[in-house]
T-cell receptor
Framework: NAGVTQTPKFQVLKTGQSMTLQCAQD?????MSWYRQDPGMGLRLIHY???????DQGEVPNGYNVSRSTTEDFPLRLLSAAPSQTSVYFC??????????????????FGEGSWLTVV | SQQGEEDPQALSIQEGENATMNCSYK?????LQWYRQNSGRGLVHLIL?????REKHSGRLRVTLDTSKKSSSLLITASRAADTASYFC????????????FGTGTSLTVIP
């Protein structure tokens, strides 16, 4: 199993450009999520999904869109990039076990990260 | 925010010493997990402790949980240079359902 795969690894964008960070997992996990990691801020949840066709907002959703058309894929779209979105982005997945409500205590599997710079 | 806070922010020790880092959180939790992040990499799960547990061991790792103080500690015994990494706690609560909150992390440096 490849686990959680994110692409691209590095990206430089100009302010106002749009782009999509790709995320795929091959573990048949129902739960997928996107975090951003900034110095001194830890990881902050952007959006998450408990299954295909279901998405919800996390702590910092503004400026980002997500969709979940398949169990495997959970892309994150930056609609109009801003310098404040310069960050490291992590996709993560987990087995939820009970469908819509994630079972507590399931291990979260992370991708290797995408380094995004907006200039 | 229900984000946890790790303490200390940075820790530097000699190889062979024990490393202790703490996590405090704000609301009642279902579970608390510890994760490790090597520089430039994603987070990797280390250990989980449930709200009805007080202590858990895994190899050189020992985790304690004090729900009355809303805090947890991670002890790494007989540290090795390869333990150099950042360590994060993550909590999930009945109120937040599907959201996991991570702390700000402790950066551990183990000097050979």
């Amino acid at each position: 199993n490849a686990g959680v795969t994110q692409t691209p690894k590095f990206q430089v964008l100009k302010t106002g450009q749009s782009m999509t960070l790709q995320c795929a997992q091959d573990m048949n996990h129902e739960y997928m999520s996107w975090y951003r990691q900034d110095p001194g801020m830890g990881l902050r949840l952007i959006h998450y999904s408990v299954g295909a066709g279901i998405t919800d907002q996390g702590e910092v959703p503004n400026g980002y869109n997500v969709s979940r058309s398949t169990t495997e894929d959970f892309p994150l779209r930056l609609l109009s990039a801003a310098p404040s979105q310069t960050s490291v982005y992590f996709c993560a997945s987990s087995y939820s076990g009970t469908g819509r409500i994630i079972s507590s205590g399931n291990t979260i599997y992370f991708g290797e990260g995408s380094w995004l710079t907006v200039v | 925010s229900q984000q946890g806070e790790e303490d200390p922010q940075a820790l530097s020790i000699q190889e062979g010493e024990n490393a202790t880092m703490n996590c405090s959180y704000k609301t009642s939790i279902n579970n608390l997990q510890w994760y490790r992040q090597n520089s430039g990499r994603g987070l990797v799960h280390l250990i989980l402790i449930r709200s009805n547990e007080r202590e858990k061991h895994s190899g050189r790792l020992r985790v304690t949980l004090d729900t009355s103080k809303k805090s947890s500690s991670l002890l790494i015994t007989a540290s090795r240079a390869a333990d150099t990494a950042s360590y994060f706690c993550a909590t999930d609560t009945a109120n937040t359902g599907n959201q996991f909150y991570f702390g700000t992390g402790t950066s551990l440096t183990v000097i050979p």
